[in-house]
């Protein structure tokens, strides 16, 4: 987890990428680095929790994740205090996931416990793409159907507004960053 988190806060290098990645391409409103950014702030502290919290505690610290993804969730008390975006993009997950209902922070956190084996997907990295379109790269370690809904419920919640994918990619294609 400890290298996942390295490349959460910053851009991997691009040789030591396994040989196949999975990618969501993804549509976003607004500025695509800004997004990319909301992503990224959403996963360090998910992470950071992942390389040093006590996941047999009833509660996770949470202080080091941002405010309106709190908000956004469910049983928050304050959806209505979350940023638009945020709270457009809880609707297009709705919408993508077939009435997925919005998560709960807490149960969201867990999935970053290393013992917990729900999480089929380890961060490898977000790139901009165009104006407003984003590519996020994960290991799924070459499985094409994986569990993905923890991922979902950050990239929608931080703004996007149309996600495509997953779909395998070999990563001898690079990408200019």
């Not at 209902?101 to 970053?112: I, K, T, V």
């Not at 290991?139 to 996600?163: H, I, K, P, Y």
Request: glycine share 10%; charged share 30%; aromatic share 12%.
């Amino acid at each position: 987890m400890k290298d996942e988190l390295r490349r959460v806060r910053e851009r991997p290098d691009t040789d030591a990428a396994p040989p196949v990645l999975s990618l969501f391409v993804i549509d976003v409103s607004g500025d695509a680095a800004a997004y990319v950014e909301r992503l990224r702030s959403v996963l360090a502290p998910a992470v950071r929790l992942g390389c040093t919290a006590d996941f047999e505690q009833k509660s996770l610290p949470v202080d080091e994740v941002p405010g309106w993804f709190a908000a956004v969730g469910s049983g928050s008390g304050d959806e209505e205090r979350a940023p638009r975006f945020a709270r457009a993009g809880r609707e297009a997950y709705a919408e993508h996931t077939g009435g997925g209902r919005p998560w709960d922070l807490h149960d969201w956190l867990y999935r970053f416990d290393p013992d917990e084996d729900s999480r089929g997907w380890e961060w490898w990295d977000a790139t901009v793409a165009g104006p407003s379109r984003v590519h996020v790269r994960v290991d799924s370690w070459g499985e094409s159907f994986f569990g993905c809904q923890d991922l979902l419920w950050a990239v929608f919640t931080a703004g996007a507004v149309r996600v495509n994918g997953p779909t395998i990619q070999i990563t001898s294609f690079r990408e200019n960053p």
